[in-house]
């Protein structure tokens, strides 16, 4: 398994595809009162690197030891949301309206997802400033599967969505054919903790909401 730091290093692809303004000490402060939780310090140091696009094709995708909906044997990351209130570009800052618009449970903090799958930070178990889990969420089939114990767990675990024959990695897009967020015709998603990694549980969460069948933020009602 890489270690942290090997991964951050190469963690971003190029492009500016979802990337917000670079990172400051206040805008952690805003969000943190915006979610009403402590982010991890790990996801952080990823984003003062950069603050949110498109991951890098080494570290696109996470194993999983039960199939989901996506596949038998891994999950794609293929983007990250950042920190910001860039015009156009669904953030970190609208978890809020996405876990209303989508059923899902509270709190968590969504970090990359379509609406009908997200990947995001759960903090129902160890609380608003614990340490959070990261977990799959997929919406319509009202299910939940832990990835990781946390979040930097979760990055030392990342590795290539080419490794498993995903023939489109690699066709970047900042727009799908369901008009969803999705950056190289892999669809994201994700979010729950506090179980045992690789363990699948109900969700809570209702039926999908939205015209469009994906992402839709507060972006996009203005």
Same mark, same amino acid.
């Given at each position: 398994?890489?270690?942290?730091?090997?991964?951050?290093? $190469? !963690?971003?692809?190029?492009?500016?595809?979802?990337?917000?303004?670079?990172? $400051?000490? +206040?805008?952690?402060?805003?969000?943190?009162?915006?979610?009403?939780?402590?982010?991890?310090?790990?996801?952080?140091?990823?984003?003062?690197?950069?603050?949110?696009? #498109?991951?890098?094709?080494?570290?696109?995708?996470?194993?999983?030891?039960?199939?989901? &909906?996506?596949? +038998?044997?891994?999950?794609? !990351?293929?983007?990250?949301?950042?920190? @910001?209130?860039?015009? @156009?570009? $669904?953030?970190?800052?609208?978890?809020?309206?996405?876990?209303?618009?989508?059923?899902?449970?509270?709190?968590?903090?969504?970090?990359?997802?379509?609406?009908?799958?997200?990947?995001?930070?759960?903090?129902?178990?160890?609380?608003?400033?614990?340490?959070?889990?990261?977990?799959?969420? %997929? $919406?319509?089939?009202?299910?939940?599967?832990?990835?990781?114990?946390?979040?930097? &767990?979760?990055? +030392?675990?990342?590795?290539?969505?080419? &490794?498993?024959?995903?023939?489109?990695?690699?066709?970047?897009?900042?727009?799908?054919?369901?008009?969803?967020?999705?950056?190289? %015709?892999? #669809?994201?998603? &994700?979010?729950?903790?506090?179980?045992?990694?690789?363990?699948?549980?109900?969700?809570? @969460?209702? +039926?999908?909401?939205? %015209?469009?069948?994906?992402?839709?933020?507060?972006?996009?009602?203005?």
């Amino acid at each position: 398994m890489a270690r942290f730091d090997e991964v951050r290093a $190469t !963690f971003w692809d190029n492009g500016d595809y979802g990337v917000q303004q670079p990172l $400051t000490d +206040e805008m952690v402060r805003e969000a943190e009162r915006v979610l009403g939780v402590t982010l991890p310090s790990a996801l952080l140091d990823l984003l003062r690197v950069q603050n949110g696009g #498109i991951v890098a094709d080494d570290h696109d995708a996470f194993p999983i030891s039960r199939p989901t &909906s996506w596949s +038998e044997d891994h999950v794609p !990351f293929d983007h990250l949301m950042g920190i @910001g209130r860039r015009d @156009g570009t $669904t953030s970190m800052l609208d978890t809020p309206y996405l876990v209303e618009e989508w059923g899902m449970p509270a709190p968590l903090v969504l970090l990359s997802g379509d609406g009908h799958s997200w990947i995001g930070l759960d903090y129902r178990t160890c609380g608003q400033g614990g340490e959070p889990s990261v977990t799959w969420f %997929e $919406t319509d089939l009202d299910t939940e599967l832990v990835l990781a114990r946390d979040f930097r &767990s979760f990055v +030392e675990g990342l590795t290539a969505g080419s &490794s498993y024959g995903d023939d489109s990695v690699g066709d970047h897009v900042s727009v799908g054919d369901r008009g969803v967020i999705r950056a190289k %015709e892999v #669809i994201t998603g &994700s979010a729950r903790a506090g179980a045992k990694a690789g363990e699948q549980v109900p969700a809570g @969460g209702g +039926e999908p909401v939205g %015209e469009r069948g994906g992402v839709r933020g507060p972006a996009d009602e203005r």
